[in-house]
């Protein structure tokens, strides 16, 4: 749950950084490569998830029973925690790959208050309360274990379908052999609009596509045209810019 957190708060609705924010040289700084390792990020957050869910599942079969929630819910907190000191101390302060709020003027302070309310908080809470339980089966430990699955298959439908400022808008991510006048002339067979250009021209958002247009864009090199083969996920459009005009 620490991932699909961190992915869904900082990556989409807030969208503070990317997995590789402060990489902005060589092939990973592109924006098409970091909403790309974003994208990997949140695979592996699902894979993390379902084995949890699958774990839970077995344990359920194989004993006939599960645990009390006084013994799932202070371990959820434990690895929510973990989760966070773990990103906080490999992925800011060793590797450097982001920071918290990217475009803050004093990042360290964003990464400790972050480290502290969400990682070390949650972790001494449950470790103070691990043995709070029997581990005999009840009917509220059955309970928590369906609550807490639900909880994880929402968070996951979130991370796919969050939500979006506009939905009229597309992203589109262009090949690396793309043409920029070619996905031009496919914009002109409709009424959209440019609003927004990644800085060399690789990820573009455009407003008043049909479905059918998105899809032609294809055939003028897009890699990628949200609304069609796949969900927004990280590409979706949350923040407003000024309009861009063709030239």
Known sequence: MGGFFDGILLHQILQWHHLLSAIQTGALGSLRAQVTIDGWFHALM?????????????????????PDFSVIWPRFWMGFGVWHIIDAVFSHWI????RIKMDSSMPLAWDVAWVVIFGILPLIWGWRRRDGGSGTPSRTGTKAVRVMSLFILFAGAVNIFPLRGNDDTTVVALGSHASVPEFFAALDTSDAKVIWTAGQGEVWVVQGLSLRARLALYQAGAVYV???????????????GPRLSRV
């Open 46 to 66: 699902y894979v993390i998830a379902a084995i949890g869910l699958w774990n839970l599942y077995r344990y359920r079969s194989t004993s006939g029973k599960c």
């Open 95 to 98: 590797t450097g790959i982001h």
């Open 226 to 240: 949200s609304g069609t083969a796949a969900p927004a996920g990280c590409a979706a459009w949350l923040q407003s």
